[in-house]
């Protein structure tokens, strides 16, 4: 089965930088598209950043300039940077693999989760 192991969390000040990992095994991780999501108490979990094989990425206008998304194809993982962090960013964030036309739309394609990385960013 897929596994997806998220990790670099932790607690920030409000303009701090964090850079989260996603290792994967189990599937073929170069096919795919990868996304990052979050999810906050009380909201649904929610797409922010997509790349596909190829390196082409996208994001939600909440994240934009300010988040990054990378991929090693040889590692099995996928980044996300975070800079400029604000409070409204604090969540637990998953990765997974996605697909769809349109970051508004896309949609996990593995039934597992991992147990996410937890980012709280608070003076």
């Known amino acids: 089965q897929v596994q997806l192991v998220e990790s670099g969390g932790g607690l920030v000040q409000p303009g701090g930088s964090l850079r989260l990992s996603c290792a994967t095994s189990g599937t073929i991780f170069m096919i795919w598209t990868m996304g990052w999501y979050r999810q906050a108490p009380g909201k649904q979990r929610e797409l922010v950043a997509t790349i596909t094989s190829g390196g082409r990425t996208n994001y939600v206008d909440l994240v934009k300039g300010r988040f990054t998304i990378s991929r090693d194809n040889a590692k099995n993982t996928v980044y996300l940077q975070m800079n400029s962090l604000k409070p409204e960013d604090t969540a637990i964030y998953y990765c997974?693999?996605?697909?769809?036309?349109?970051?508004?739309?896309?949609?996990?394609?593995?039934?597992?989760w991992g147990q996410g990385t937890q980012v709280t960013v608070s003076s």
């Open positions: 997974n693999a996605v697909q769809g036309d349109d970051i508004a739309t896309m949609r996990s394609v593995f039934g597992s």
